[in-house]
């Protein structure tokens, strides 16, 4: 039975058996993953996380004519503020002079909610959502509380749907059911794949090594799916459609940003292009095999070498190769000259990185190519996807970089800035701020403003970077009037102490 026909997808510890739990190098790494040993990891002690909430309203907040419902406690809709100014500016950037930002309610469970059941609730805000609202979609995304209390957001939308306009997707994002918070990226396709796409599309009976079948499609349309989990802003998702276009290749980008009637183009096209492994996996797989689309998916395109790469794959799908040659040929030359005056700045200099799996990795892969040593990674999961990188990043340096694989979790980052001294730090806002209290600059691995992708993503991070060492008299200034709540006892432990079980190993 395919994933999808389950009304729920399963979570990526069952799928791919991914963990968030390891402290050691890349061989450890890679010999506990491929041993399940990781599978049984844990941590003695927990500091912070991220739900799969988080990433979840990031893309469903982002679906154009549409309303949000989160069901739970209210506080599971906090993102939706923090996602507002990222949202209005991809509006602005599709061309919305009257940008809207996120539209999303709450049915704001309560303690009497717990016991008496919360699908009257999300009846009426469903209701409600359809009148005041008239919406193409509503999206009810359910949190904690109704998956412990056992409500019925499937039931109560099948129930709803004749009475409503708008189309209803249930999506199950229970944070407490994974600690792998990507799960999320499979939740929200498997909604999509049920309730958005064409079952009357035309379909190809493919094998998913039918290369013969999949040329054929190829031949037939120049019409891609670029894929956005909105791990990528305006400005990159304008970087990778400028250089698909230089193929002759017209793009459409799912699943952010999209009007909920236009999902059903995705299995129109000659080709999905996944961004990342990580995000995409489990649509472009339900793509290839309900509707024939075939896929080019390698790690992300960060950094100079991993970009000719995946430009030269989607290019061998068309048979175009010389001409992605020359494009390559074209973009390094002139990056080469336009990094030309930053790169002295990096020799000898040691950098940290803390961001998913596939995007911590081709990033350190970038930076090892600007001329940075990476003393360690933070991987927020590990499962195969990341392995290709990881060989690379090991490969690439005499000293093997340190493998932390942890979503978040402050003070083993602490403890590691400290034993590995880092010229520069990495990471998502919530990892930097507490690398900026140790006094080191800090960048941050995404933000969606900035390009990160392609060759102009490879100098907006050289050029910021270079900045960012030229002068770290702000970060120096914060460690002197700012205290970690870190004691020395701690700081002098071993960092991954409270890793229990799986490979600890190495002097750290
Ligand atoms: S862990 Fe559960 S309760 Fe907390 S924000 Fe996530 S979904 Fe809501």
Request: aromatic share 8%; net charge negative.
């Amino acid at each position: 039975m395919s994933y999808i026909e389950a009304k729920v997808p399963p979570k990526r510890e069952q799928r791919l058996g991914a963990c968030n739990v390891y402290g050691g190098d890349g061989c450890g790494l890679k010999k506990s993953f491929g041993g399940c040993c990781l599978q049984q990891a844990k941590r003695g002690f927990g500091q912070g996380s991220i739900c799969q909430l988080l990433p979840g309203t990031a893309i469903v907040n982002t679906i154009s004519d549409a309303v949000v419902i989160v069901h739970g406690a209210i506080g599971c809709g906090g993102p939706g503020h923090t996602q507002n100014a990222g949202v209005r500016g991809t509006q602005m950037a599709r061309g919305s002079t009257n940008p809207r930002g996120t539209l999303w309610l709450s049915t704001n469970l309560n303690e009497r909610d717990v016991i008496t059941g919360g699908e009257e609730k999300l009846e009426e805000a469903i209701r409600q959502a359809d009148r005041r609202y008239r919406p193409s979609a509503i999206i009810v995304i359910s949190s904690c509380v109704p998956g412990i209390i056992g409500d019925d957001i499937d039931a109560v939308t099948s129930r709803l749907q004749p009475e409503v306009a708008a189309r209803l997707l249930p999506i199950h994002c229970e944070g407490f059911k994974t600690k792998i918070m990507a799960t999320a990226y499979d939740a929200i396709y498997h909604s999509v794949a049920r309730n958005l796409l064409d079952p009357e599309a035309e379909t190809v009976s493919v094998i998913v090594d039918d290369i013969e079948v999949a040329r054929e499609r190829i031949r037939r349309s120049k019409l891609v799916n670029l894929l956005n989990v909105s791990s990528m802003g305006s400005v990159d998702e304008k970087e990778l459609t400028r250089l698909l276009n230089g193929l002759g290749l017209e793009v459409q980008i799912f699943p952010c940003a999209a009007h909920p009637d236009d999902f059903r183009k995705v299995t129109e096209a000659a080709l999905s292009i996944s961004t990342c492994p990580t995000h995409d996996d489990y649509f472009v797989k339900h793509l290839q095999q309900q509707y024939g689309v075939p896929f080019v998916q390698r790690f992300m395109p960060i950094g100079i070498e991993n970009t000719n790469q995946w430009l030269r794959a989607v290019a061998a799908c068309f048979n175009l190769e010389s001409i992605a040659e020359e494009i390559i040929a074209r973009e390094t030359a002139e990056l080469r000259d336009a990094l030309a005056s930053l790169t002295p700045a990096f020799v000898g200099k040691k950098a940290m990185i803390s961001a998913g799996e596939v995007r911590a990795l081709s990033l350190g892969n970038l930076l090892q190519e600007l001329g940075m040593e990476i003393v360690a990674v933070r991987p927020y999961h590990w499962d195969e996807f990341g392995e290709t990188a990881l060989d690379q990043l090991v490969a690439n340096q005499v000293r093997e970089p340190i493998i932390n694989v942890a979503t978040v979790h402050p003070y083993e980052s602490v403890n590691l800035i400290g034993k590995t001294t880092p010229d520069i730090y990495f990471g998502h806002p919530s990892d930097s701020v507490w690398a900026a209290k140790t006094g080191i600059p800090t960048i941050p691995v995404y933000h969606g403003g900035y390009t990160y992708v392609g060759y102009a993503g490879a100098f907006e991070i050289a050029r910021r970077a270079w900045r960012q060492l030229a002068n770290p008299t702000f970060n120096h200034r914060l460690k002197q009037h700012v205290r970690q709540p870190y004691q020395a006892q701690w700081l002098a432990e071993h960092a991954f102490h409270y890793i229990t079980e799986g490979d600890a190993d190495g002097p750290y």
